[in-house]
């Protein structure tokens, strides 16, 4: 057996995981015997800087901790805040809040489900579901203004309102995604091509779900019925059911591996659709925020004092964040945790004894959150010769093995 | 707006990313979609540096991509454009006072165009991508007069 | 599968861990129009009894570790440690939030990666932001700091003067 080790980044479009992340492969002929993971390339120490800023300042930083999920990171931090120090949110902020969180869920599967197309080698899949995904950006944007980093968050409640006139917008946006649900159904689900090419490949157990202390859809899709939605439910959740989405809903059967996963995310899109509905049916009269004025706000937490924990379950997972407020204008501590800092572990048990070809689809079933890299370093221990593969090299053996599969 | 009778040759782009949280590099993935779709002009997303004209670089400078960052300006080959994308390149943005951020990117590799947002939008790119463009052809050599003609077109 | 209520699961771990708890509060908040309640229960136990803790709440069902906080009081260096428990039926999961207090000199306390593997990679961050040993943790490396970093730095204690010259030199 030649000890042959790879040096793998995740490439350019690739929009995911936290931190750039680099692996270390050890393989035998086209298997991987074991795998080694160096996080910490995208490590801002934002932690240490909310140290010196102010409460509402930290909502700020906290959106810009992940572009992709950033409506959720502000979510669990002000109810974090809002716990410490007693604050009443108002019951149609309440509603408001889970709006937006469930069309960024919306937004958010869909981008991965192009992604991991393209890492299968359908890149026109991509094309075809981000410009599903357009309808919804605009629907964000005419919301909150922008297409990302929504800045609506704030402690208390929300900073803008849904009027009279957005309403028949959002159903008409609501329309669209039951229509084209259809569309993503065929071709993700019912396809025998990426049936054939994902069934059986980056098994994670039940056990092992459990004991990693995995979450979101990668712990569901393993049969684990986690979710903060309806273990713990919160703001709007409180009001409606809301069900764990398991693979046997769809399929019967639980494996878990990669088809699994992508039947949870197309699930609970169509989950998504069904709460925004129910929420704009029922949306309660009253007040957005439950302190307008900003000045006051900041006096009233600055004599505040208490620990509090917040949860929301955002796209990938459960956020929490967890506050310590001590009488004075910065918090005394602050942590937050994005839900693919639980996920890295699992990393670990799935690409065991995997083909080399089938790296980019598993790494990227957990919809990692990573900024990334480029390169592959390949080197041969026996010769000491030196390989270098790039990222496209990386996704033609994927490719090449979809079409092996399908002749 | 034709762009075809003002770029006779086409542009390959690097994306470099030095840690930053995903929002603007979203949108520069957002631009090969068919609504803004960015193919049309003749600018492509490649692979590795050593076939670019320009590089876009995105994040505050985390200290262990410093080396990486320098590593890949100099792999680049003349003549190239460098284009900053976001606030967090251009100044530190919210991450001023990090341990372990270095400082905006003009600190480290010359910068020619500098595009800021939090986050960015995808016209804006464009709008910044077509300056570096312009910056090149007067590399390459057009006289003065046709580079100010096609700046005042570019710009009606 | 039998979930318990906060003063149920609070007089469990008070009757069959003796000499363990030093503080118990439970917190009470409401959710939605509706106005339903859910809880969270907030610990403080004694560091050399927390692993017989963890051991107690496994014989219930598998707690779910969220992530360690961590934070330097001046006099201690203070670990709360957020799980969660009864997860699969509606407002019936429980968040426990444990705290242990630890020596600000050689703060160490025994790892838990043996009962629970997913712990690791927060053992690991409060490793290098703390300087706390972890007894018996299997991966040693640093996780988010480079590996150049000076090694008796520590970014998150407040006493440690090298951190503020290395955030001046560079801005």
């Known amino acids: 057996m030649s000890k042959t080790t790879y040096k793998i980044p995740i490439g350019p479009i690739h929009p995911s995981l936290e931190e750039p992340m680099t692996f270390n492969f050890e393989i035998a002929g086209e298997r991987i015997q074991s795998v080694d993971l160096l996080p910490g390339d995208n490590h801002r120490g934002i932690e240490f800087m909310g140290r010196n800023r102010n409460i509402v300042q930290i909502i700020y930083l906290a959106e810009r901790i992940c572009g992709i999920c950033s409506a959720s990171h502000p979510f669990a931090f002000c109810r974090a805040v809002e716990n410490a120090a007693g604050i009443e949110v108002p019951p149609r902020a309440e509603y408001i809040r889970v709006v937006i969180a469930e069309l960024e869920r919306i937004h958010s599967h869909i981008l991965w489900a192009g992604v991991a197309a393209l890492e299968l080698g359908f890149s026109s899949l991509l094309y075809l579901s981000w410009k599903v995904r357009e309808e919804v950006l605009d629907l964000l944007e005419l919301l909150t203004g922008n297409r990302i980093n929504y800045g609506i968050f704030m402690i208390g409640g929300v900073r803008r309102d849904i009027t009279e006139e957005h309403i028949p917008r959002i159903r008409k946006t609501l329309e669209y995604y039951k229509d084209a649900y259809q569309t993503l159904e065929d071709v993700f689900l019912k396809d025998p091509s990426i049936a054939l090419r994902t069934k059986g490949v980056g098994i994670l157990t039940y056990e092992q779900a459990l004991k990693l202390a995995s979450v979101g859809p990668t712990a569901r899709a393993s049969g684990v019925k986690k979710d903060v939605r309806q273990d713990q439910p919160y703001s709007a959740y409180a009001d409606l059911d809301i069900k764990a989405i398991t693979p046997d809903v769809f399929s019967g059967e639980v494996n878990g591996d990669v088809y699994d996963r992508i039947i949870v995310r197309v699930l609970e899109v169509f989950q998504s659709v069904q709460i925004i509905e129910q929420c704009i049916n029922n949306l309660p009269e009253g007040d957005i925020v439950s302190e307008p004025k900003l000045a006051k706000l900041l006096g009233t937490l600055k004599k505040a004092k208490g620990e509090g924990v917040g949860r929301h379950e955002a796209p990938r997972g459960e956020v929490i964040h967890y506050v310590k407020l001590n009488e004075s204008e910065n918090p005394e501590v602050w942590k937050a945790r994005a839900p693919t800092y639980n996920n890295l572990m699992p990393w670990m048990p799935m690409l065991e004894n995997q083909e080399v070809a089938d790296i980019p689809i598993v790494i990227a079933s957990i919809d990692p959150c990573i900024g990334c890299m480029d390169r592959v370093t390949l080197v041969d221990s026996q010769t000491n010769k030196k390989e270098v593969l790039t990222r496209e090299e990386l996704i033609k053996l994927s490719v090449a093995k979809t079409r092996r599969i399908l002749k | 707006m034709k762009l075809d009778k003002y770029f006779d040759r086409s542009l390959w782009v690097f994306h470099l990313n030095t840690g930053s949280c995903n929002g603007c590099d979203i949108e520069i993935v957002a631009l090969l979609t068919p609504r803004y779709d960015v193919e049309r002009f003749g600018i492509k997303l490649v692979g590795t540096p050593k076939h670019a004209d320009v590089l876009l670089v995105t994040g505050p400078v985390n200290r262990k991509m410093l080396p990486r960052l320098k590593l890949i300006y100099e792999q680049t080959p003349d003549p190239k454009a460098v284009i900053v994308v976001g606030t967090c390149g251009t100044s530190g943005g919210v991450f001023y006072d990090s341990y372990n951020v270095v400082g905006p990117v003009d600190k480290h590799i010359p910068v020619d165009v500098y595009v800021p947002g939090c986050p960015i939008r995808p016209e804006a790119i464009i709008n910044g991508v077509l300056k570096a463009w312009l910056k090149l052809e007067r590399l390459r050599g057009f006289s003065g007069a046709e580079i100010e003609k096609k700046i005042a077109e570019v710009n009606a | ?171």
């Open chain 3, 1 to 171: 599968m039998k979930y318990f209520n906060p003063e149920e699961l609070l007089s469990f771990l008070k009757e069959n861990l003796p000499e363990t708890i030093l503080d118990s509060n439970i917190l009470t908040r409401k959710a939605g129009v509706k106005q339903e309640e859910f809880h969270q229960i907030w610990l403080e136990v004694k560091k050399e009894r927390f692993r017989d803790t963890v051991k107690m709440l496994m014989s219930l069902q598998f707690p779910h570790i969220a992530i360690i906080a961590g934070n330097d009081t001046g006099e201690s260096v203070d670990l709360t440690y957020l799980f969660s428990i009864f997860y699969g039926e509606k407002f019936k999961e429980i968040s426990l939030n444990i705290k242990v207090s630890l020596d600000r000199e050689k703060p160490s306390i025994e790892s838990i990666t043996d009962l629970i593997p997913g712990a690791q990679t927060t053992e690991r961050e409060i490793k290098e932001m703390f300087g706390v040993e972890f007894v018996g943790l299997p991966e040693m490396r640093n996780i988010f700091l480079p590996e150049d970093f000076p090694k008796n730095i520590f970014p998150f204690r407040k006493d440690q003067k090298g951190l503020d010259e290395l955030v001046q030199k560079e801005s």
